[in-house]
């Protein structure tokens, strides 16, 4: 039990760490994370908050890995909800500034992807299941045996294109992501000497088995 709850605190702090990287990237205004331009031009065309668009991008995504054969855990969920619904209580709470000037901008801009690569690296580690966007660039990474960082960046690239389309805010900071978050998240997990491919995630079925067998224990 005592191991089942030091991987749940891990998937929670992962999934915290994710969300304060998001908001720092986009209130550092000097043009958004990949994801995020997707997300805010997805809720700019759609009339929903920030966070209501992550979740419904969330959904689409757990469909499409789903599809190709990747499990899906308590931690798919958690993360996936979690992360939108903490995005907007965050940006309403006014908990980080916004940046006033290009510098502290920048500054922002890079811690975000830092914070945002360590929670990824933790709610990863929990092997409840990867979130929605990781589990999308664990399937490249088994299907084409890409570096995990490349096939990072690739997804970032096509969902920076899809989110100007639809008024998504693209700047300096975007550039930055796209090439920064991929070496950032490999690095990450090089440090920690994490291989994410080699992950057993558990399902969700496999989650209750377990809480049900150290219960009976």
């Known amino acids: 039990m005592k191991k089942l709850a030091l991987r749940g605190l ?7 760490l994710f969300t304060f990287g ?8 000097v043009g958004y994370a990949p994801w995020d331009v997707f997300h805010a031009g997805f809720a700019l065309s759609a009339g929903i908050s920030f966070g209501q ?24 969920i958690v993360s996936m909800v979690l992360t939108g619904f903490l995005i ?27 914070v ?8 990863m580690r929990s092997a409840f299941g990867a979130g929605p966007r990781d ?32 008024g998504g805010m693209v700047g300096i900071g975007t550039l930055i992501s796209v090439v920064a978050i991929g070496f950032c998240i490999q690095l990450t997990f090089a440090v920690f000497k994490f291989k994410a491919s080699e992950v057993e995630h558990e399902t969700i079925a496999q989650t209750y088995r377990n809480f049900r067998a150290c219960l009976k224990k």
């Open 116 to 123: 945002i690569s360590l929670g990824t690296y933790h709610y």
């Open 10 to 16: 891990r998937l929670l702090l992962g999934t915290v």
């Open 88 to 114: 907007d209580l965050i940006f309403y709470l006014r908990v980080i500034p916004v940046a006033p000037n290009l510098v502290i901008g920048l500054v922002m801009l890079v811690a975000g992807i830092l």
């Open 22 to 29: 998001i908001v720092l990237t986009v209130n550092a205004k």
């Open 135 to 166: 589990n999308l660039m664990v399937v490249l990474n088994r299907k084409t045996r890409l570096p995990i960082g490349i096939c990072r960046s690739l997804v970032e690239l096509i969902v920076t294109l899809a989110g100007w389309l639809m």
């Open 53 to 76: 668009a992550s979740i419904i991008t969330g959904l689409v995504v757990v469909a499409l890995v789903t599809v190709a054969g990747e499990k899906i855990g308590i931690g798919t």
